[in-house]
């Protein structure tokens, strides 16, 4: 199957990912904010309209990224070498600042129906420009610039970091009474989390840097 990526650049990517669904930012503050207050049956649907979010990041993405690529390797470059530097700066600012979970300022007026927090969960996803850079610049560097099956690529990675979170992100509102008491009892466990996904990201950032010097 030509859209796979090896299996090396598969397991990196898989770790990328997982450690992203841990860390906390806005989407995990949304789904233990809505699952905290209107229940899990919320929660779940706010995890949704995020995941369709991500599934439309993914195609923008990927497609977009293509016809970059198409019309300029050296365009793609320079767009590789940008999310280089935007992982390196979301390391020193996961340092810096720490992790964003942030259930007090959550709208406790606000109606718990389904539809409304699957839309909540869309619109954070969505609006978010955190996340549309994240997608354009950490994609592209799981894929060969060179491979005529890119597009493809990116497209199964999108889906596969959706597919791939939903076990940790359900597992979490499930218990998200005792995952937000844990966090906010335990400082330390949150400042495992930021190392982590700091060590990461600039590892992937190195990585970058170290090819594109050969």
């Known amino acids: 199957m030509d859209f796979l990526p090896d299996t ?3 397991l990196a990517f898989s ?3 997982i450690t992203l669904t841990l860390t906390p930012g ?6 233990l904010s809505r699952a905290l207050i209107h229940g ?10 995020a995941s369709t979010g991500l599934i439309i990041h993914t195609l923008l993405a990927a497609y977009g990224l293509s016809a970059l690529l198409a019309a300029s390797a050296t365009a793609f470059r320079l767009v590789t070498i940008a999310g280089a530097v935007y992982l390196a700066w979301l390391a020193f600012q996961t340092l810096r ?4 979970l942030t259930l007090e300022t959550a709208d406790t007026t606000s109606s718990g ?3 409304r927090s699957w839309a909540t969960g869309l619109g954070i996803n969505l609006l978010n420009p955190k996340i549309v850079l994240f997608f354009v610049t950490f994609l592209p560097q799981f894929v060969d610039a060179h491979d005529e099956n890119a597009r493809s690529q990116l497209v199964f990675l999108g889906l596969y970091f959706v597919v791939l979170s939903l076990p940790f992100t359900i597992t979490i509102i499930a218990l998200s009474e005792r995952f937000s008491a844990a966090l906010k009892r335990s400082p330390r466990a949150m400042r495992v989390m ?6 990461i990201m600039g590892a992937f950032a190195l990585r970058i ?3 594109l010097t050969r």
């Not at 899990?40 to 309209?49: M, V, Y």
């Not at 600042?97 to 964003?100: F, R």
């Not at 930021?194 to 060590?199: I, K, Q, R, S, V």
């Open 26 to 31: 806005p989407d995990m503050t949304l789904f």
């Open 194 to 199: 930021d190392w982590t996904f700091a060590g």
């Open 209 to 211: 840097a170290a090819t």
């Open 113 to 115: 129906g389904l539809a």
């Open 40 to 49: 899990r049956r919320s929660g779940f649907a706010a995890l949704a309209g």
């Open 97 to 100: 600042h720490g992790s964003a």
């Open 8 to 10: 090396t650049v598969l």
């Open 15 to 17: 770790a990328a990912a």
